[in-house]
């Protein structure tokens, strides 16, 4: 049997939702850093039906770290392009702490929670019926089930 070589691959696209405002950070030798995270939905329910969500650690630096400080806030959605990064410290226990993050190759704005409230305000605005009169709630149980139609 003759194994081919395989080319090592560490890629990882996400989207999701800052969960809070990246601070933008320096290290000792005054490189820009920011470290941020992100709710990304998963694909799935749980058993009770809710939606749930992992909260994947990015790391951004220089130019990048200063974009997304000035641009995102809690809430924008952003999709982020890196690779998983692992890195261990001792705590004050001296306990080895590990940290996976994704270091930031490339991101995008996706869409803000604000661009989000304007579209649903725009869809209200442009409504051609609402200055048509009140709102007319059904009672449904005055509605015949399929069953008992006649055709």
């Known amino acids: 049997m003759q194994w081919k070589k395989v080319k090592r691959v560490n890629k990882v696209v996400l989207i999701g939702r800052l969960t809070a405002k990246p601070e933008l950070r320096f290290t000792s030798s005054n490189v820009g850093f920011t470290r941020f995270t992100i709710a990304v939905n998963r694909q799935y329910s749980g058993q009770d039906k809710k ?22 806030d809690k809430g924008n959605l952003i999709a982020v392009e890196g690779k998983l990064q692992t890195s261990n410290y001792d705590d004050k226990d001296g306990n080895k702490r590990y940290i996976v993050d994704v270091a930031l190759d490339n991101f995008e704005f996706i869409e803000s929670k ?30 015949p089930d399929d069953d008992d139609l006649p055709f």
């Open 51 to 72: 939606r749930e969500a992992d909260f994947i650690n990015v790391v951004a630096w220089r130019k990048q770290a200063e974009t997304i400080c000035k641009y995102f």
């Open 114 to 143: 604000k661009q989000d409230t304007k579209k649903e305000e725009n869809e209200e605005k442009n409504d051609p019926y609402k200055d048509f009169g009140e709102q007319i709630t059904i009672d449904d149980s005055t509605i």
